[in-house]
């Protein structure tokens, strides 16, 4: 097209422009573009004054090795129809980009379905993505958790809970105060809370029901955070005995952690799990993702590595030293023992190799087996996940 693109931030009409055009180019409206208004940063595409392509982000914290990392979350993104093909995504994604780094994000997450394009770009996610539905009977059958106080209503010590908790994982959001209520009323969520007599809460679970057409409810888990195996049991106990009104429940994705409480103790091992399209994850600034994040308190190390440039085809090199809970990372010249690609060098930010052979099969290359296993120990203390949506 002839006339000229310009990309700026949002003010008030190429807001509203910008929610109409997400609307026409997702098939129903967005809710978030509204909802997110006063925390959110919206930077979009003009030809002529006329919006055609945009994004949302965020500016908050992921949690990896137990520390919080400044993190430019992505969504709400679409390019109008008419103006597809011109690779206008790719100078999105670099716009929607800057300010947050600007403000000091140094790794970026994004969940699309467009995973190849997002790959080309950068990003690579560190897990796979389910959904699980399982049988209310089954859960009825196969947890019990009298032992324990359930109370309706999400309360600050609830909220602390979740926050605790969220740094047991390489991935979670640090939620800042208003996630919480923004999620419930998108959702309309209804939250429990797990404990035991006299404890502060152990367990948080969020859920939101819908109307079956014929029968009972549909019931779908958004939120499922358990201080202790007993205390999933609990919340998986109490979800059984929703079955007088629901069939199945259903964890929406991401939603159930990957640990092995519900797979290991159902007495007849019939749920279904539904792939989905998976968190992805970027590093944006080097340096500094390393510095910030958390790192093994028993492990002292150092690894020449070579990175891919952001330019590609060419390689940086650098030299890793982790020491006693911290690292950092700095140009050497010296020939790298392993050498990692930017989306390769994301996923072990994540944790997401948890082996040599894992590694080895997604195209890590080592000059021995010695390094390539000491840089993987030290992002695997913690496992990969994302419970939160964006």
């Known amino acids: 097209m002839s006339e000229q693109l310009s990309f700026t931030p949002a003010d ?4 509203q422009q910008y929610d109409e055009l997400a609307t026409r180019a997702y098939g129903h ?4 573009i509204t909802d997110l208004r006063e925390h959110a940063d919206l930077q979009v595409a003009t030809r002529e004054g006329r919006v055609v392509a945009g994004g949302l982000g965020l500016l908050v914290n992921q949690f990896f090795g137990g520390s919080p990392v400044p993190s430019a979350c992505l969504g709400a993104g679409c390019v109008a129809p008419e103006e597809r093909g011109e690779h206008l995504a790719t100078r999105m994604a670099a716009e929607r980009l800057q300010p947050l780094q600007e403000r000091g994000a140094v790794i970026s997450a994004i969940s699309t379905s467009s995973t190849g394009y997002a790959r080309q770009l950068g990003w690579e996610a560190p897990v ?7 049988s209310t009977d089954d859960l009825k059958r196969s947890f019990t958790g009298d032992d324990f106080e359930i109370e309706h209503g999400f309360t600050p010590d609830a909220q602390d809970l979740q926050r605790g908790l969220a740094r047991h994982w390489n991935g979670p959001v640090e939620r800042p105060d208003w996630w919480f209520p923004w999620k419930h009323r998108k959702n309309a969520l209804t939250t429990y809370r797990f404990r035991q007599p006299g404890q502060p809460p152990a367990g948080m679970l969020s859920l939101t029901t819908k109307r079956h057409e014929r029968h009972g409810m549909k019931l779908v888990v958004h939120d499922f955070w358990a201080a202790s195996q007993s205390t999933a049991a609990a919340m998986l106990a109490f979800l059984g005995r929703h079955n007088a009104r629901a069939e199945t429940i259903e964890f929406r994705r991401g939603a159930l952690p990957p640990y092995p409480t519900l797979l290991h103790n159902l007495h007849r091992h019939r749920p279904t799990a ?3 399209h998976p968190w992805m994850l970027r590093i944006l600034d080097i340096p500094e993702a390393i510095r910030l ?6 492990l002292n190390a150092n690894v020449p590595i070579e990175i891919e440039n952001e330019n590609g085809g060419a390689w940086d090199r650098y030299f890793l030293r982790i020491t006693t809970g911290s690292a950092e990372i700095s140009p050497t010249h010296t020939e790298g023992k392993v050498t990692l690609t930017r989306r390769q060098l994301a996923v072990w930010y994540a944790g997401g190799y948890r082996t040599v052979t894992s590694a080895r099969m997604a195209g890590v290359r080592a000059a021995s087996e010695k390094p390539l296993a000491t840089l993987i120990r030290s992002t695997t203390e913690l496992e990969p996940w994302l419970p939160d949506h964006f």
Do not use: I, K, S
């Not at 994040?293 to 028993?298: F, H, N, T, V």
């Open 12 to 15: 008030d009409g190429l807001w």
């Open 29 to 32: 409206r967005v809710g978030d």
């Open 128 to 134: 796979p993505v389910f959904a699980w539905a399982v």
């Open 274 to 276: 539904e792939a989905w």
């Open 293 to 298: 994040r958390g790192w093994p308190a028993d």
